[in-house]
T-cell receptor, first 116, second 115 residues
Framework: AQKITQTQPGMFVQEKEAVTLDCTYD???????LFWYKQPSSGEMIFLIY????DQQNATEGRYSLNFQKARKSANLVISASQLGDSAMYFC?????????????WGAGTKLIIKP | EAGVAQSPRYKIIEKRQSVAFWCNPI?????LYWYQQILGQGPKLLIQ????????DSQLPKDRFSAERLKGVDSTLKIQPAKLEDSAVYLC?????????????FGSGTQLSVL
């Protein structure tokens, strides 16, 4: 069974608009962490934002925020005021608790294209 | 602070040939990962080192892939012999020792094409 699901293979968004990238996850471990990474065409994975399962507040990092809905097992990434440089692949990933060696489980990614 | 260094950036080989990739993690990072990323997919963990010991290599095709981490610092990943399905980007990542909140730092990857 898929542990991380990203349902949007691709998205086109107009520059300056906000965009939401979907991520749902599946775990029975009460202790877990959720990550979003950006992968531009250059290939490097760039960390964007992190949310811990026990964090009370939704994480924010500049223009990035994470809409964490624990009961729905959803961790959507919101990018405000999108820019042309935001065009890239975006991956959601989860790390379960100590018994998994803290390995990251990755989604299949969403390709985001920002239109001028 | 220098990032994770990988080389080569690109490699083209014929099937049944051998190839090696090199990774130098961020100084002081105890954990090193090798991932395989096939086009259109998320990364797949091949092997995880902690210092110079292997933590997990359950998804490493050991009949053809091998990896080592020299003195707990640099690492090499080798494929011998290569198959067509090995065409992918090979990503190296490192992180300090830590728990569930510890993020990974990635190199730019090596893009391998097997013809």
């Amino acid at each position: 069974a898929q542990k991380i699901t990203q349902t949007q293979p691709g998205m086109f968004v107009q520059e300056k608009e906000a965009v939401t990238l979907d991520c749902t996850y599946d775990t029975s471990d009460p202790s877990y962490g959720l990550f979003w990474y950006k992968q531009p065409s250059s290939g490097e994975m760039i960390f964007l934002i992190y949310q811990g399962s026990y964090d009370q507040q939704n994480a924010t990092e500049g223009r990035y925020s994470l809409n964490f809905q624990k009961a729905r097992k959803s961790a959507n990434l919101v990018i405000s005021a999108s820019q042309l440089g935001d065009s890239a692949m975006y991956f959601c990933a989860m790390r379960e608790g100590r018994y998994s060696n803290y390995q990251l489980i990755w989604g299949a990614g969403t390709k985001l294209i920002i239109k001028p | 602070e220098a990032g994770v260094a990988q080389s080569p950036r690109y490699k083209i080989i014929e099937k049944r040939q051998s190839v090696a990739f090199w990774c130098n993690p961020i100084s002081g990072h105890a954990t090193l990962y090798w991932y395989q990323q096939i086009l259109g997919q998320g990364p797949k963990l091949l092997i995880q080192f902690q210092n110079n010991g292997v933590v997990d290599d359950s998804q490493l095709p050991k009949d053809r892939f091998s990896a080592e981490r020299l003195k707990g610092v640099d690492s090499t990943l080798k494929i011998q012999p290569a198959k067509l399905e090995d065409s992918a980007v090979y990503l190296c990542a490192s992180s300090p020792l830590g728990g569930r909140g510890q993020k990974l730092f990635f190199g730019s990857g090596t893009q391998l094409s097997v013809l």
